[in-house]
């Protein structure tokens, strides 16, 4: 038996749930397929406040920005949630498969949605594989989704915006945070969160690297150094640092397994963060009806994640005659509120990327 549903998100993180409710909103049946039992991806573990516009929902912590989404869906007649469903293939007749509920099942749709997110990155260090090695959202989900405390004292590796939020929460958590180290020559996240930590007293050490993570049963510690220029370790810098955790906030990459599979025309582009796919100025790709939003096309913060949801949601029902005109207006507004997002100093390794993509005929 096949399912035909009318437009498919695949994925409810903040891309995929307002996907879904822009694509409802002008009158489209919508299918919500989401892996975990629980939507809202990354939102789910994030207690910090937006910042952004109130259309971002600035102010406003993570987690309760995930809430009120999730409530508006099941609100909602037009939205169909399918959780603890994996989706499988998307085939070249148009079928997508999906595991829902311990069985095969196979979908129709006449739009698609991916919004699967993103993975973290790892890093190749000796003794890399000792417990108490972690991603820094697996810490991010013990502390903020499962209640633990998940170490006593952590070295955090990444001064990205990631590590600097979770290194805070982990000070909050009533865990002593060692250090932050980066290995590039300046913070990546953005100043306040690196000003919150170090308030906090927990020193951020920039051109630093780790050496090895050593233990013997389980993680005791681990050696640091400062690099040079050429990003090798200055001898004589080296730092022992005892803890049982190291937090490895290296970088997501995207999660585009399914975009391969369904033959979009893909291009590495490391400014954001991995292969992504060609997409339109409505994030269509280069396989028509199929579209892409939020960290799959490439890596942003959760405020850009949620309009491209918005604009591939308008875009993809607008395209199947919902209300075009409305449809075409509201595209143009998330289309706005896309570039102020990625203005600024912030937004330079975006534009980047972006300028990279259309150089190569796609637009970002």
């Avoid at 400062?226 to 370790?233: K, R, S, V």
């Avoid at 491209?308 to 998330?334: H, M, N």
Wanted: charged letters at 20%; hydrophobic letters at 40%.
């Amino acid at each position: 038996m096949i399912k035909d549903i009318e437009i498919l998100v695949i994925g409810a993180g903040p891309a995929g749930l307002c996907a879904a409710l822009a694509a409802s909103s002008l009158g489209a049946k919508v299918l919500l397929c989401e892996r975990d039992e629980h939507p809202g991806g990354q939102l789910v573990k994030q207690t910090h406040k937006f910042f952004g516009s109130e259309k971002q929902h600035a102010g406003t912590r993570g987690f309760q920005i995930g809430d009120m989404l999730l409530d508006s869906v099941h609100n909602d007649p037009n939205i169909e949630l399918w959780t603890d469903s994996t989706v499988l293939g998307i085939y070249p007749d148009g079928i997508i498969t999906c595991e829902h509920n311990g069985r095969h099942c196979k979908i129709r749709p006449q739009r698609t949605v991916l919004a699967t997110g993103a993975a973290e990155k790892f890093l190749a260090f000796p003794g890399n594989d000792l417990p108490g090695i972690y991603g820094a959202g697996a810490v991010q989900t013990l502390m903020n989704v499962g209640g633990v405390k998940p170490a006593e004292r952590v070295l955090m590796v990444g001064a990205g915006n990631i590590g600097l939020i979770v290194s805070y929460q982990l000070k909050q958590a009533g865990v002593d945070v060692a250090a932050v180290i980066e290995a590039t020559p300046r913070i990546g996240g953005y100043l306040v969160h690196a000003s919150k930590i170090r308030r906090a007293g927990i020193p951020i050490k920039t051109c630093h690297t780790i050496l090895e993570a050593y233990g013997t049963d389980r993680l005791e510690g681990a050696r640091i150094a400062q690099i040079d220029a050429n990003w090798q370790p200055i001898p004589g810098t080296e730092e022992n640092i005892k803890c049982d955790v190291i937090c490895l906030a290296v970088g997501l990459t995207p999660l585009s397994e399914l975009c391969w599979q369904a033959g979009c025309k893909m291009a590495y582009i490391r400014e954001l963060s991995g292969h992504v796919p060609y997409v339109d100025e409505n994030l269509e790709t280069t396989v028509p009806g199929l579209y892409c939003a939020g960290d799959v096309d490439g890596i942003e913060e959760a405020s850009a994640a949620m309009v491209e949801g918005r604009l591939a949601g308008y875009c993809a029902a607008g395209s199947l005659g919902y209300k075009t005109a409305e449809a075409a207006e509201k595209a143009a507004e998330a289309r706005e509120e896309l570039a102020a997002l990625r203005s600024g100093p912030m937004g330079e390794k975006i534009r980047a990327g972006q300028q990279k993509v259309a150089a190569m005929g796609g637009v970002k």
